[in-house]
């Protein structure tokens, strides 16, 4: 029987990939992708020609099935995200569930995710944090942010741009109290930053200045 290898690609620079990785990429028959496009330009650029083949939200139920038998055929199957660790906030945990509930073999490397350095690199306490991912969009959000109301450790977030000025606000209205909050955008490319202060003065600067690319949100914990 195959195994199924999580394996992490870069977040930004592409340097961040690990040697195992690589080797790794280039050791699979397939390799399952959030998007074939980026994945190839990653193999592109690594020099690899490996079958890539789409699992993602839009049909990850579908062709599920197709998929475990597939793997279970082939000596090495990767999986792999757009950018990051896979199976944090996308699609590919399913594919990772069912091979343990099908006894295939699960092996995750280590790599890049967004989540650590935007910790460490905020300063804020992260000897205990909650990670609550992506909000909804639209319903569920305010139910949401009430269930983490009282917890005291640093509650992590990945947000849109589009929608960060909008949850910041509804972050001061549900916490009622004025918290530390840090907006880490872009991490690991060229135009990484930090933006440092309280939900009021971040809304205040998101308002007038809108962020692009990829976000992290830090908020304090109830004191």
Same mark, same amino acid.
């Given at each position: 029987?195959?195994? +199924? =290898?999580?394996?992490?690609?870069?977040? &930004?620079?592409?340097?961040?990939?690990? @040697?195992?990785?690589?080797?790794? *990429?280039? #050791?699979?028959?397939?390799?399952?992708?959030?998007?074939?496009?980026?994945?190839?330009?990653?193999?592109?650029?690594?020099?690899?020609?490996?079958?890539?083949?789409?699992?993602?939200?839009?049909?990850?139920?579908?062709?599920?099935?197709?998929?475990?038998?597939?793997?279970?055929?082939?000596?090495?199957?990767? +999986? =792999?995200?757009?950018?990051?660790?896979? &199976?944090?906030?996308?699609?590919?945990? @399913?594919?990772?569930?069912?091979? *343990?509930? #099908?006894?295939?073999?699960?092996?995750?490397?280590?790599?890049?995710?967004?989540?650590?350095?935007?910790?460490?690199?905020?300063?804020?306490?992260?000897?205990?944090?909650?990670?609550?991912?992506?909000?909804?969009?639209?319903?569920?959000?305010?139910?949401?942010?009430?269930?983490?109301?009282?917890?005291?450790?640093t509650l992590v977030y990945y947000e849109s741009p589009h929608r960060i000025t909008k949850t910041l606000t509804q972050m001061l209205k549900i916490f009622k109290e004025d918290r530390k909050a840090c907006v880490v955008r872009e991490i690991s490319k060229i135009y990484e930053t930090y933006h440092q202060g309280t939900l009021s003065s971040l809304i205040e600067?998101?308002?007038?200045?809108?962020?692009?690319?990829?976000?992290?949100?830090?908020?304090?914990?109830?004191?």
């Open positions: 029987m195959g195994k +199924l =290898v999580i394996i992490p690609t870069p977040i &930004g620079n592409l340097e961040d990939i690990t @040697l195992r990785s690589i080797r790794m *990429l280039k #050791e699979c028959q397939v390799i399952y992708a959030e998007d074939t496009r980026v994945t190839k330009r990653l193999l592109n650029h690594l020099n690899i020609q490996n079958h890539v083949v789409p699992f993602h939200s839009h049909n990850e139920h579908k062709i599920l099935e197709k998929c475990i038998l597939s793997i279970k055929e082939k000596n090495i199957t990767g +999986l =792999v995200s757009d950018a990051g660790t896979p &199976g944090i906030s996308d699609p590919g945990y @399913l594919l990772i569930r069912a091979c *343990l509930n #099908e006894g295939i073999k699960v092996e995750c490397l280590p790599g890049p995710t967004a989540i650590i350095p935007a910790i460490v690199g905020s300063g804020f306490p992260s000897e205990r944090f909650h990670f609550e991912g992506f909000l909804p969009h639209k319903k569920g959000r305010e139910s949401r942010l009430k269930n983490v109301l009282n917890i005291e450790c600067h998101f308002s007038d200045n809108k962020p692009k690319g990829e976000l992290v949100l830090l908020v304090s914990g109830k004191v």
